[in-house]
């Protein structure tokens, strides 16, 4: 079975952690674990996001030139490798002798007139407090968001992905035997300009929507979104709050979820297993072979009557499109992936 995984930036680097390189080495070692026990009987992409990461690269960069930083396309990049390096070391540290594994930079396209870059809603970085967000606002212009924890995070553009870019090469590694780690924090975000050369953008692409597409443009046959909560809840956080076990599409966008948090995840399953008919599975990292089996997180496949079909009037199936077979879809008329 073909599996893309998906993992969070605050499962690699936990709530309340500090930023340090040894916290993060252990919790992705921890990881490490969870994706070996998989990728034993299973062929397995990992995707992972860089939330806190790519901001505290920011936060450093600002530091030493508030006038210059550092665009978030290139510390994209720079988490992509650091990350990357980081799972794919202790991977294979976890595998047998002779396991292949390979790290790729991911390009990922969006739409330069997304309304997210107009609407900031995805945290970054360290969580503040009240006094400390006001300060890093004043000095550097960054806009805040007020967490359910009541500290504050720096929140950026999160445009939807569009194509993503190499899948031929990674089709090609995982055809050989090779695990691959790729569109870390949801890819480098590119835009084309108006003379068709592509150009990096201050933005940070959520990585469960990128995983949705990488799974539907690699025919994965299942997608597991893993993160530091158990499943989706009914009423989250209240006294009353209820898991969701198996479910389906329709059950699920009926839920009001944070975009900054939840939301994006049961999107990106949800655009998945509409698309392809297969399973998308949202929990904890600890559980992914669980979630897989149906013991554990919540599961979402839609009816058979719902899975897409091309209805004549424009292209609905995602293909591969272009020299480097990238994957690309549609957007409906408020921006969703169909």
């Given at each position: ?5 998906a993992l969070g930036g605050n499962a690699l680097l936990q ?72 799972i794919e070391q202790e991977l294979m540290n976890a595998l ?221 199936t995602s293909g591969f499109t272009g020299a480097d077979q ?13």
């Open positions: 079975m073909r599996v893309v995984v709530r309340g952690q500090p930023m340090t390189a040894r916290a993060q080495h252990a919790n992705v070692r921890t990881a490490a674990a969870a994706l070996a026990d998989l990728a034993r009987d299973h062929q397995i992409v990992v995707a992972h996001g860089n939330g806190p990461q790519v901001g505290l690269l920011a936060l450093q960069g600002a530091a030493y030139d508030p006038e210059r930083p550092w665009p978030l396309d290139v510390l994209g990049a720079e988490t992509e490798g650091m990350i990357g390096y980081l047998p002798e002779g396991s292949k594994c390979a790290t790729l930079l991911s390009r990922v396209e969006v739409n330069p007139k997304d309304p997210a870059f107009k609407t900031p809603t995805k945290p970054i970085g360290p969580v503040y407090t009240k006094a400390t967000a006001a300060q890093a606002a004043r000095d550097h212009g960054w806009e805040m968001v007020t967490e359910a924890t009541g500290g504050q995070r720096r929140v950026v553009p999160s445009p939807l992905p569009v194509r993503i870019f190499g899948l031929y090469a990674i089709k090609l590694l995982l055809d050989n035997g090779h695990i691959v780690i790729c569109a870390g924090g949801g890819g480098i975000p590119v835009v084309r300009t108006i003379n068709g050369e592509m150009t990096g953008v201050d933005a940070v692409i959520d990585k469960d929507r990128t995983a949705a597409l990488l799974a539907l443009g690699l025919g994965a046959d299942a997608l597991l979104l893993l993160t530091d909560v158990p499943a989706v809840f009914h009423h989250f956080g209240r006294e009353d709050q209820s898991a969701i076990r198996d479910t389906n599409t329709e059950a699920l966008e009926e839920l009001n979820l944070a975009a900054g948090s939840m939301g994006p995840k049961v999107g990106a399953a949800v655009a998945f297993a509409r698309a392809s008919g297969k399973l998308a599975g949202i929990g904890q990292l600890a559980d992914a072979r669980a979630i897989l089996e149906g013991r554990a997180g919540t599961r979402i496949l839609p009816p058979i009557a719902h899975t897409r079909r091309n209805n004549g009037t424009r292209p609905r990238s994957v690309s879809v549609w957007l409906d008329d408020g921006g969703a992936v169909v």
